[in-house]
């Protein structure tokens, strides 16, 4: 996805937790819109779209250009990205870093993440609190050459 396309976000599973009385939590690979934690009045991005690739208690590093995430089901860790269809990613993720999402929160990465690109839980916007999740992306509708359901 692109900076100008035009998105459907499912409001169904946050409506659906609320009524509940529960957390939404959103799946691993799922991209999400969620509420920018640093927006300011007049900022051009009071909401963002990535890709959720950890959750509380796991730790996530990147180095060598590849993000690897360790949970109690892999203590040697995984590359998310083998786990999900992401259409035309880029090879390498830039940066290095090492992170243990807190409790409450996710990690995203955008899939456009080569150099200053994709701002991200790895470069500036830290950690996203289940509470900003807007919802679960499902179809782009613009440009209609590039309609597509998630």
Known sequence: MYTGERLIVNRLPITGATLTGTQYIPNRGQIIVFKNPHYKPG???????????AFPGERVTVSDCFATVFNDQYPNGFNPYEHFDVSNPQECVTGSGDW????????????????NY????????????????????AMRIWPFE???FF
């Not at 900022?43 to 690739?53: L, N, S």
């Open 146 to 148: 590039n309609f597509r």
């Open 118 to 137: 994709s701002l991200d839980s790895r470069s500036g916007l830290s950690t996203i609190p289940f509470n900003d999740v807007v919802g679960p992306v």
């Open 43 to 53: 900022d051009a991005d009071e909401y963002i779209v990535k890709r959720v690739i």
């Open 100 to 115: 243990t999402v807190p409790k409450g929160e996710i990690f995203v990465i955008g899939d456009h993440r080569n150099g």
